[in-house]
C-alpha cells in the first residue's frame, strides 16, 4: 500500500512515516499543501492522510481541488477539532477524520479500512 501524508509538523511526519513504514508500507510526505496537491494530483497512491492546517494551501482546499479529479480514500488527521470542522471535512469529501492527539494503532486501523 502507498500513502502519502502531507502534514507540516516535522514529528509528525516523521512518526508517521516511521510507523507506515515499519507495518511495510511506502510513504510519500510532503509538508505543505502545494507540494501535497502535485503530489496527489500525479501519482497514485492508495490512502492519502491529510492535515488541515498547512502552509500555502490548506487541507480543506487540497480535498476540494482533490475530488474534482480523483477518489484516492483521505484521512484527515488534525489538531481542529469542532464539530464544525469535522462536518466539514466530511462534507468536502474526506473518508474519515481522526484528531490530534491520536493512537497510532487506531490510526493504522482506519487506514486499512479505508
Known amino acids: 500500500m502507498k500513502i502519502l501524508v502531507v502534514e507540516d509538523e516535522p514529528k509528525t511526519a ?4 516511521v ?9 510519500a510526505v510532503a509538508e505543505d499543501g502545494i507540494d501535497g496537491q ?6 497514485d497512491f492508495d490512502v ?8 500555502g494551501l ?9 475530488r474534482t479529479v480523483k477518489s484516492t480514500p483521505v484521512l484527515m488527521l ?5 464539530t464544525e470542522d469535522r ?4 462534507r ?15 490510526l493504522l486501523a482506519r487506514v486499512q479500512a479505508l
Open 19 to 27: 510507523g507506515f513504514g515499519e507495518q511495510g508500507y511506502m510513504v
Open 38 to 43: 502535485h503530489m496527489a494530483l500525479h501519482h
Open 58 to 66: 490548506d487541507g480543506f482546499d487540497l480535498l476540494k481541488v482533490l
Open 14 to 17: 516523521e512518526y508517521l512515516r
Open 48 to 55: 492519502i492522510v491529510l492535515d488541515a492546517m498547512l502552509p
Open 92 to 106: 468536502e469529501g474526506a473518508d474519515d477524520y481522526l484528531v490530534k492527539p491520536f493512537s497510532f494503532m487506531e
Open 87 to 90: 462536518v466539514r471535512g466530511l
Open 78 to 82: 488534525t489538531a481542529r477539532d469542532s
